[in-house]
């Protein structure tokens, strides 16, 4: 009998000592997986925060590259009184190129739309540049092709492609705002 009562003293300190020790196992995974999951939700957080910035400072670079490349303000800055209708294109083309690469960066946190949107404005920028510059002699004074891109951009009913490419930046940011992302 003295062996059954050690036994039955054993069982009956041991299963309680189980069950706590189980509920203790069960609590402590519990918690350790909530502060898990509450460690991560704040990093994602962290990490959304980051990159909402990132995506907004390269809005904010697109906007700066559209307005420096709008030929009544480019060519200002470029224009030497001694340089030729050839000569200024060039140093407008060069310009706006190298702007644009300046920012190639900026695509991976701005939507496709307004990548493919600056880069098509880009390209018709300089296009324009060049088809007004072919109707000029290009030995003729720089001043000629100022004046003439001047008056085509005074004389033109439709909106500006970068006009238009500043407004499609503006709602992106908006919705970018509103709700943290956007699609493509």
Do not use: C
């Amino acid at each position: 009998m003295d062996i059954l009562g050690t036994l039955l003293d054993i069982v009956k300190y041991t299963v309680p000592a189980l069950i706590v020790l189980i509920a203790s196992y069960s609590i402590v995974k519990k918690f350790l997986i909530t502060e898990t999951q509450r460690k991560h939700m704040a990093i994602f957080r962290e990490s959304q925060d980051i990159t909402l910035r990132l995506r907004l400072q390269a809005y904010e670079r697109m906007v700066l590259f559209i307005e420096r490349i709008i030929p009544g303000q480019l060519i200002p800055r470029i224009y030497d009184p001694s340089m030729t209708v050839r000569d200024l294109q060039q140093a407008y083309i060069f310009n706006v190129r190298a702007e644009f690469e300046h920012n190639l960066a900026q695509q991976i946190y701005v939507s496709k739309n307004v990548w493919e949107t600056v880069k098509s404005v880009k390209e018709q920028e300089i296009n324009m540049v060049i088809q007004v510059a072919q109707t000029l002699n290009p030995e003729a004074p720089a001043k000629d092709l100022h004046t003439r891109i001047l008056e085509i951009l005074l004389r033109t009913d439709q909106e500006l492609p970068t006009a238009v490419a500043l407004q499609i930046i503006n709602e992106e940011v908006k919705i970018v705002m509103s709700f943290g992302s956007i699609q493509g």
